[in-house]
C-alpha cells in the first residue's frame, strides 16, 4: 500500500492536495446553517464540519476556515449570536451544494436556490422549511487554532425541529429512512444506509467478528 509523506502531500498540485486531504477524515454529516445579519439578512451555507460537543448541555461546534475573507455565516453569527443547523436530504441535494455559490453580503441564499426560511417564535435564524431535522443554537464559545487560523465556534441547542417519529423510539431515529444525506470532501454526497444497532460495550464481551488470535487472547 503506498505511503505518502507530508513532503509528498505538499508537492501535489494545490486541488489535488485539497481533496484528497478532505477527503481523509471519511464520510460525514453535512449541514445547512441558516443565519441572520443584523439588518434582517437571512444566509444560508453548506457546511460538512460539524462536531459533537455535549448532550448536556446540549452542545455542536462549527469549524469555519480561517478569516482571510469576508465570511457571511461568521459575521451574522457574531452581530446576533444565534444560528440553526439543517440536515439534508436527497431532495435537497442540488440547492444545498449550490449554497457554496460565492454571493455578495446582503444576498440571500434562499432566494438563490429556492429553499424556504422558516422562523419559529423563540428563535431569531432562519431553519430550512424542507428540512426534516433542525437545530437551533446560540453561539456560547469562539476559539482560533494558533495552528492555522481556522476557528471552532460552540452553539449550545436552544431548540430541535424534529419528525414525530423520533419520540416515540427514546431519542433514536434512523437517519436513512428521512433520506439524510452524509459528505466526503468538499463535493461528494452519500445516501446512509443502517448496518447495525450495537449493545453498549462490555470488556468481558468480545465481539462475534474478533479476529481469531485475539479471541484466544481475551
Known amino acids: 500500500m503506498p505511503l505518502l ?17 478532505n477527503l481523509l477524515s471519511g464520510i460525514k454529516g453535512v449541514h445547512l446553517l441558516g443565519s441572520v445579519s443584523s439588518a434582517g439578512a437571512a444566509n444560508l451555507a453548506i457546511f460538512n464540519s460539524v ?37 439534508v436530504t436527497g431532495a435537497m441535494l442540488d440547492a444545498a451544494h449550490h449554497t457554496s455559490a460565492k454571493w455578495d ?10 429553499l424556504t426560511p422558516w422562523y419559529s417564535d423563540g428563535h431569531a435564524a432562519p431553519y430550512v422549511a424542507e428540512s426534516p431535522i433542525g437545530i437551533g443554537l446560540r453561539k456560547v464559545e469562539e476559539q482560533t487554532l494558533a495552528y492555522n487560523g481556522t476557528v471552532l ?9 424534529l419528525p ?16 439524510i444525506l452524509s459528505v466526503a ?23 462475534a467478528d474478533l479476529p481469531q488470535a485475539l479471541q484466544t487472547k481475551a
Do not use: C
Open 153 to 161: 465556534m460552540v452553539g449550545e441547542v436552544t431548540e430541535v425541529r
Open 5 to 21: 509523506s507530508a513532503q509528498d502531500l505538499n508537492a501535489m498540485p494545490s486541488r489535488e492536495r485539497a481533496h484528497l486531504v
Open 51 to 87: 462536531l459533537h460537543v455535549g448532550a448536556n448541555p446540549a452542545a455542536l461546534a462549527v469549524l469555519f476556515r480561517p478569516l482571510t475573507v469576508r465570511r457571511n455565516s461568521f459575521e451574522n453569527i457574531r452581530q446576533t449570536g444565534v444560528f440553526t443547523l439543517n440536515l
Open 185 to 207: 470532501g468538499l463535493d461528494s454526497y452519500y445516501r446512509g444506509q443502517l448496518v447495525a444497532r450495537k449493545a453498549y460495550a462490555n470488556p468481558g464481551d468480545p465481539p
Open 105 to 114: 453580503a446582503g444576498e440571500s441564499e434562499f432566494e438563490h436556490t429556492g
Open 164 to 179: 414525530e417519529d423520533v419520540r416515540n423510539t427514546g431519542g433514536w431515529m434512523r437517519l436513512d429512512s428521512h433520506d
